[in-house]
């Protein structure tokens, strides 16, 4: 058998345009790619988003509506929904030094690195914040298409949806959360989705790579 390397397994990943409903991904390769997006860098490692698995039919229906119409959400098995916080707060990031605390030992260069943390957050516009904790999100996200791809399950990123909608759905404001990105993962219909026979098409790496030696 041969063995597939990181980027075979990319080269085989595509944005699914339409998966087949009557196939379930597995429950251990959902936790795989759901442990890969736990261990997500971010930055100071404060992981400022949640992230929640939908698999209700009825309310993977209601978000599909938000998401004008994309079937994939509930084609799919799952619906991965990316949530940032919508700001930082002291409260959150003595979540983060707790953790730090119980793990590493309540040492004082710590307590003084998140208390700089806070210093620079805290006095910030609630937007600016939310558009950091996005953007964590979003490396969260890289990291779950690359799993995803590693499990031979197939993905979809999405932003094309309203994410005031999507809150909604899911009691997100309330939990101080707001949607950023959704994530349906399934497995491809072979003989319904227009994309899958065509070529990868990427940028050539002399025009998307520049070297500074």
């Known amino acids: ?5 990181l980027n075979d ?3 085989w990943r ?8 009557a196939k379930a991904v597995p ?22 988003f949640e992230l929640i698995v939908v ?21 799919g098995s799952h619906l991965l929904v990316f949530a940032a916080w919508d700001n930082y707060t002291a409260e959150r990031i003595d979540e983060v030094v707790q953790l730090n605390v119980d793990a590493r030992g309540d040492l004082s260069t710590l307590r003084e690195y998140y208390d ?3 210093a620079t957050y805290l006095p910030r516009e609630a937007d600016e914040n939310y558009a950091h904790a996005a953007r964590q999100a979003y490396i969260a996200l890289g990291v779950a298409l ?3 791809a590693e499990q031979e399950v197939d993905s979809t990123p999405m932003e094309g949806f309203d994410p005031a909608a999507v809150d909604k759905i899911l009691g997100l404001t309330e939990r101080g959360l707001r949607s950023v990105v959704l994530l349906p993962l399934g497995y491809r219909d072979a003989t319904g989705d227009w994309l899958l026979p065509m070529e990868k098409v ?8 520049t070297q500074v030696a």
């Open 202 to 209: 990427r940028k050539p790496r002399e025009t998307i790579v």
């Open 116 to 118: 700089k943390l806070k």
């Open 1 to 5: 058998m041969t063995h597939k390397t």
């Open 146 to 148: 690359v799993a995803a």
């Open 9 to 11: 397994h990319l080269n």
């Open 14 to 21: 595509y944005a699914t345009k339409k998966m087949d409903s």
């Open 27 to 48: 429950q251990e390769k959902v936790d795989a790619i759901i442990e890969a997006i736990r261990m997500a860098p971010t930055s100071s490692g404060t992981q400022p």
């Open 55 to 75: 698999t209700n039919p009825e309310i993977r229906a209601q978000i599909a509506e938000a998401a004008y119409g994309q079937a994939q959400i509930t084609d």
